[in-house]
């Protein structure tokens, strides 16, 4: 059994790591922000937060400590990598592909089709993402 100093002690640590997890996914996070060009409305979707809040967050470069932001920014980091394998010479074609429209996303860009809805952002992040997946392994053709 634990005494009340060792249940102390190791919360601090649980929540020193979750600060430290929260401060790296923020940098990279961020970094993806910058390279889409993405709007503070659109952050503030995909974080789940406040567009006010989005000035703060920017500036200090974090993103909310909650399991769905950390969820959130994990499926972005999927689509990035997805890119990446895909246009490993294009520079260009990465950076707009969030926001080019196409059938896939019902006429819409990916990043619209994403953050259409703030109450279905997280789904529809993994909608992309698995469709990126399954486009990236060759079981669908071209996304169009």
Avoid: H
């Amino acid at each position: 059994m634990l005494t009340n100093s060792q249940r102390q002690s190791n919360r601090a640590k649980l929540q020193a790591l979750s600060s430290e997890n929260t401060a790296t996914l923020g940098k990279v996070f961020w970094r993806l922000v910058d390279e889409y060009d993405l709007s503070n409305k659109q952050v503030a979707t995909i974080l789940d937060v406040t567009t006010a809040q989005v000035s703060n967050l920017s500036r200090t470069r974090k993103i909310p400590q909650k399991a769905e932001a950390y969820a959130r920014v994990g499926q972005l980091l999927g689509i990035k990598k997805c890119l990446e394998v895909q246009y490993p010479v294009n520079p260009k074609v990465k950076s707009n592909w969030l926001k080019v429209k196409r059938e896939a996303f019902q006429g819409a860009s990916a990043i619209d089709f994403i953050t259409e809805d703030m109450f279905q952002t997280g789904v529809r992040l993994f909608q992309v993402r698995r469709l990126m997946d399954l486009w990236r392994v060759g079981s669908i053709p071209e996304l169009i």
